[in-house]
């Protein structure tokens, strides 16, 4: 008699269990890609949004957790609120997070939270991917915010399930010149007639450590005009920035360099005065890390940018210094090897 009530109350228990599966962890791919390495899956409601890029979850078993959307960043909001008029931002601050909004909204506030690692957090917030059940399909909402051109594409080497995909989106949306993208989205800017061109250097050579300043960007002027900088910023897929100051100048057809880290700034080169790198390192794979740089007037345009590595996001579309140099490293080991061997025999 007592082993059959056990074996009830067992029973009990494990429906139970399976009948909530809020709180039941599951596992899976975490894309639809052949590849896709596996993800840990949570379930939750939605109690506030913050901001394009970040919402708090009431996660059963640990209650309202802050959550940082993986694989995007939308521009800073400054105050936040329920009320959509009370909210105050940067230029396309706003327009991300009512995107976001109402994708939760058709999926009743519901969400799924995808990681490949539990432990990965932002700051105090959890890094996770966040899908919302629409129309019976859950839809994966950093994808559609950075398809449509309303966050920037901010890769990750741990959570790196999204980095491919959601670049090639980023590329697509730059290509249509989509609401980021869109050079006077945010009104006319200094100099409307003027299209500045990017050039970055996001590998230095030798140890990116040791030789902070060997990253940089460059800025070029191709028109017959002066282009007075002062109060443009410069910035890559985080938040952090630099701010050009007064007197900033890219004479016609010349261009200015802004290094990333410390130095003297004269009329042709700034430094950014980071105390390391500000690039990720591109690589191919299953990781597919790359970075981008964007460069904003006063008004919040982005009037230049550029994402790397290139389009297909293989070893092929990486610099072709970064594959020479793996060319003559090989060459190198080659010739000390057949020195050696000549040595010996």
């Known amino acids: 008699m007592i ?14 269990a ?7 962890a599951d596992t899976g791919p975490c894309t639809a890609e052949e590849d896709s390495p596996t993800c840990e899956f949570a379930y939750g409601e939605v109690t506030f949004i913050a901001d394009g890029d970040t919402i708090d979850v009431d996660i059963p078993g640990l209650g309202i957790r802050r959550v940082r959307l993986t694989g995007i960043n939308a521009t800073e909001q400054t105050a936040y609120s329920k009320d959509p008029a009370r909210r105050r931002g940067a230029c396309h601050a706003l327009e991300a997070t009512e995107r976001l909004e109402r994708m939760i909204e058709r999926g009743g506030g519901r969400v799924r939270l995808a990681a490949q690692n539990l432990e990965s957090m932002a700051g105090r917030r959890l890094r996770r991917q966040v899908s919302t059940r629409i129309d019976g399909s859950w839809v994966d909402t950093g994808r559609e915010l950075v398809a449509d051109g309303h966050a920037l594409w901010l890769p990750h080497g741990i959570e790196y399930a999204w980095n491919r995909s959601y670049k090639q ?10 609401r980021l993208f869109d050079s006077d989205a945010c009104g006319p800017g200094p100099a409307p007639d003027v299209q500045p061109e990017l050039e970055l250097e996001w590998d230095a050579r030798g ?3 040791r030789n902070i300043n060997g990253e940089w960007a460059r800025i070029e002027n191709p028109s017959t005009q002066p282009l007075q900088l002062e109060g443009w910023w410069f910035r890559d897929s985080s938040a952090r920035r630099f701010t050009f100051p007064p007197g900033t100048v890219v004479p016609p057809e010349d261009d200015i ?28 794979g299953r990781r597919a890390m790359g970075d981008g740089g964007y460069l904003f007037d006063p008004r919040g345009n982005l009037r230049a940018w550029e994402i790397y590595p290139g389009p297909d996001d293989t070893w092929a579309g990486l610099r072709p210094r970064r594959a020479i140099n793996g060319i003559l490293l090989v060459g190198l080991l080659l010739l000390a090897v057949g020195g050696l061997i000549r040595h010996r025999f």
């Open 18 to 24: 399976l009948s909530t599966p809020a709180a039941r």
């Open 3 to 16: 082993a059959r009530l056990c074996l009830v109350l067992l029973t009990l228990s494990v429906m139970a």
């Open 257 to 284: 360099t802004l290094h990333v880290g410390q130095g003297n700034s004269d009329e042709a080169d700034y430094f950014w005065g980071l105390p390391g790198p500000a690039f990720e390192n591109a690589s191919g």
């Open 169 to 178: 989106l980023s590329e697509q949306a730059a290509a249509r010149r989509q």
């Open 207 to 209: 140890n990116d450590g």
